[in-house]
Structure formats: C-alpha cells, structure tokens
C-alpha cells in the first residue's frame, strides 16, 4: 500500500465515494483507492466536507506546475515600459535595486515564456496545491441554466486567497539575497496576510501599512498578520512623510492603496536591509499567480470542456491575469476561443472609465510611472465600498492587453455582488470573499442569459478567496444597509487632472 500523505484530495485525481477501501467489513477512514492503488489521505479540515463535491470534477491526476508563465513573451506589440518618477526615462534594472530582489527585477523585465519555479517555493506551494477546479452544480441548479460553471478555488491557502501563490516566491528570493525585513501595504488584509505567513517561513521581518477604513473594519486579518509575526500600521500613518502629509490634509483620511504604497515605499527606500513587496500589479507579481491558470488548463482537459467564458474580479488584476493569461496564450495559438472578462467595482472601476496613461503606482509619487488605466493617484475610494479592489489603477500588463482587444471589462454596483454571493453562499456552502463576489455576480448575469437563449455555455470562473473574515460586510448588506455608491465624475475628474503628462 502506497503511504503517500497529501493536504487535500487532489481535485482532479479519480477518487469518488465507491473507491474507498475497507478494512474488514468496516470503511477505513483516510484510505482511497487512487488509479487502482490504495492510498493514505490525510485530509485538511477545509476539505473535508466539501471532498466528495470536488473530487468528482475531474478523472487524472495533476501536478503542480513547475515554471509560471510569462504572457509577454507570446505578444507581438510588448507594452509600454515603466519611466523612472523624476526623469521620466524608461527605469533601468539598477533603478528598482533599492526596493525589490535581484531576482524580482530580473524577472519584472524578462521576455523569457517560462520562467523555473524553485523547488523550495514548490515545496510550500504543496501545502494547498493544487487548488481544486468545482463545478457548480447546485448553482446551477438555483439558477435554472443550462450553462455549466466551474470555479477554481483559491481559498485553501493558509492565508485563504490566491495571495501566497507570489508571497512565498517573493519573500523567498529576498532571503536568497541576505535581506533582513520586507515592506508592504494591504487593503483587506489579504495580501499583508499572505506575506507575513510567508515570512514567517523563511525566518523574515514583515511590517505592513494597512489602510485605515479595512484596518478599523476588519480587525481578524490585522490578528492574522500579527499572529505570523507581522508588525501592521493603519494608513496614513505618523511613522512616515508621506502620512503625516496626509494627515495634516486630512485627519480622519480613510487611507487608500496608494498612500499605504508610499509609506511602504519610504521606509524601504531609506533602509538597506529592507526591501519592499508588491501583492498585485507588477509584471513579476502578475507571473508568480500563473500557477492558478496552468493548472486550470489541465484540470478543464481532464473534464472534456472548454471554457467559452472566462469571468475574474480585477482591482489590481493579480487574480484575473493568473487564471487568465495561460488561457490567452492557448487563445494566441488558435487552440481555443474564449470570452475574457474582468469585473471591477463600480465604486473603482479604472478598466472602464479610467483613462490609459502613464501614472504613479502611490499616491506621493515615489513609484516608477506605469501605463495603466488608472483613475488618478490620488483617488480615494468611498470607505463604505465593501468589495475590496480599492487600487486606483490596474496593472499595465492587464491595461495592455485590454487596449489589444484580448479581453474585456464591465463594473458592477456591489449590492448585486452581495445578492450574488449569498444565493452563492446558500449553494455551493462557501462564503466569498468581498472581492470574488465581483466575478459570481458576472456569472451569474451570464448563466440568467443563457437560461433565456437557451444556450449551454461552459463558465469558468476565478475565485479568489473565502469571506471568513469580512462578515462585517455580509452584515451590512443582510441587514439592509449596504448601498450602491453613486460614481462621482466630478471627483474622477479632480484626481484624473493630476495624472503627469507624459509624451508616451
């Protein structure tokens, strides 16, 4: 008997509930029969209740993926480079050497397809991949529609979303190069989560910015990051320039991405044993999340289906481009055709009525200026917007594959995302994060037309986190006093003014 010991049923490996073995004449929990070979399972609690949905999805074993990929490489037109914030020259290598790991930097710039991932980082990478592929079949069911819809479930990660798929190999390669502490900025909690349980693998400092309205909002995922070691400022800060500027402007400021980015920025900037690490946006961020689409390429195969509709929520685009840049490359080589959508909050919605310029990544202005669609450095969403995606612009590698006509956008208001993810929630059994609530909604719009066309679409959808810790938000909308936030064009135009004209 094999006594191989994983944390989760592979989501695409043949067990099903006739395939456990016996012990005598009673069932031996924790033994299944794998391809014809009796196997020794050691199940994670998130599994299992939901293993008999999920290993049913597919009928092969998969593998983690041992490079991620590079979109880059397969465009013919590459986007525009970064300019550095004083010059406005296109950033050399040496320029990002202050904030990022040689490694980073080489991958940020690199035209290389595929790039190794370290057998070090796929070793932690064991710990929830593969991330289960789960058809939605009592969705479905709720919803009347000939549509099928699978989702690829992120939220088995210790930190609960995609966020750890670039945490471990950023913090990783700091600690290659002898770096001492990291420096970051969160929104919800997530990605500052994420990097603090990867640091507290390999043995480094993390101090993270939070912005104010989640910091006050959402207290477990601040216990989250301290419990892994982590030290969380809420944003705008006393700690630095860059809030104290703010501060003095505003002093109840909510904080945004941008002004957490400039703290962040600033104090790795002045200390040499400190770097700093980004959670979505960056082309070598955007890389590392390519694990999430490989596998779902393989996964989908093993189901017999192709998608004709790929649906993911975008704030800073890290969780809509790893699922869908490997399938724009199978869409590059005529092998496939699907629909790619992104879907982004009303209340901060930089794909659709953001303009394409270059622009800060911060709000102080101390990043490299990227061409991005982006709503203005100094956009500060409404802290009553409850659906995370807070970041002013989406990432230039996303911004230019819309601007190629790859993909495409729409905004929607989040009570609708709610109203989603609870008949979701109340199907499928797992609570979504704010953010992913997005991409349901989207989906289920699409399911409700295939249900009047009588059309029989395969909907791949990206969700990217569980919802555990953002109850508060459930709460507002169960009780009736979450709300639609109108778009203010006059405040969008304020923030745009103040977008650098730069000769692209």
């Known amino acids: 008997m094999a006594t191989h010991s994983v944390f989760n049923p592979n989501p695409v490996s043949t067990f099903t509930s006739s395939t456990i073995s016996t012990k005598g004449d009673k069932q031996w929990p924790g033994y299944l029969m794998l391809n014809g070979e009796q196997m020794h399972v050691r199940l994670s609690n998130v599994y299992r209740a939901r293993a008999r949905s999920v290993i049913n999805v597919n009928s092969t074993a998969i593998e983690i993926p041992h490079q991620w990929y590079n979109l880059v490489a397969d465009l013919a037109i590459k986007p525009p ?6 010059t406005f020259e296109p950033v050399k290598p040496e320029d ?16 290389e397809r595929f790039i190794d991932i370290p057998e070090e980082v796929i070793d932690v990478y064991r710990l929830w991949r593969p991330t289960p592929l789960i058809r939605a079949k009592r969705l479905e069911k709720l919803l009347d529609t000939p549509a099928r819809i699978y989702y690829k479930y992120e939220g088995v990660s210790p930190a609960g979303s995609h966020k750890p798929n670039t945490a471990v190999p950023q913090v990783y390669y700091n600690a290659q190069q002898g770096v001492k502490n990291v420096v970051t900025e969160t929104g919800a909690g997530q990605w500052g989560s994420s990097l603090a349980f990867a640091c507290s693998l390999f043995g480094l400092g993390c101090e993270v910015w939070q912005v104010r309205a989640s910091y006050d909002q959402k207290p477990y995922r601040k216990l989250m990051m301290q419990t ?12 630095t320039h860059a809030g104290r500027k703010i501060l003095q402007m505003d002093p109840s400021s909510p904080g945004s991405l941008g002004i957490a980015i400039s703290e962040a920025v600033e104090i790795a900037a002045a200390n040499d044993d400190t770097k700093y690490c980004l959670g979505s946006v960056l082309n070598h961020v955007l890389l590392h999340q390519t694990v999430i ?3 779902c390429i393989r996964q989908m195969e093993a189901t017999g289906e192709t998608p004709d509709l790929i649906i993911g929520c975008t704030g800073g685009g890290s969780n809509f481009a790893g699922l869908s840049f490997p399938f724009i490359r199978e869409k590059l080589k005529g092998k496939i055709n699907p629909v790619i959508r992104a879907v982004e909050p009303a209340a901060c919605p930089s794909l659709t009525k953001g303009v394409y310029a270059y622009d800060f990544g911060d709000t102080a202005g101390m990043t490299p200026l990227m061409k991005m669609h982006t709503l203005g450095h100094d956009f500060i969403p409404d802290p009553i917007h409850a659906g995370g995606l807070r970041y002013h612009g989406m990432a230039p590698l996303i911004s230019h594959v819309h601007e190629l006509g790859f993909m495409e956008a729409i905004s929607i208001p989040q009570t609708e995302c709610f109203q989603g993810a609870i008949r979701f929630a109340r199907s499928e059994g797992i609570i979504p994060a704010p953010e992913p609530t997005h991409a349901i909604a989207a989906t289920i719009r699409e399911a409700v037309r295939c249900r009047e066309s009588g059309e029989s679409k395969v909907i791949l959808m990206a969700m990217c986190g569980h919802g555990y810790f953002d109850l508060a938000s459930y709460e507002k909308y169960l009780q ?9 064009e006059e405040k969008i135009k304020e923030s745009l003014a103040k977008v650098p004209q730069v000769q692209a």
């Open 293 to 295: 689409g490989e596998e």
């Open 480 to 488: 009736g006093s979450l709300v639609d936030l109108s778009f203010e």
């Open 81 to 86: 480079p970064p300019l550095h914030p004083k």
């Open 228 to 239: 892994w070691g982590a030290k969380v400022h809420p944003s705008p800060s006393d700690i």
């Open 96 to 111: 990002l050497s202050p904030l990022f790991a040689d490694e980073l930097i080489k991958q940020e710039v690199t035209d």
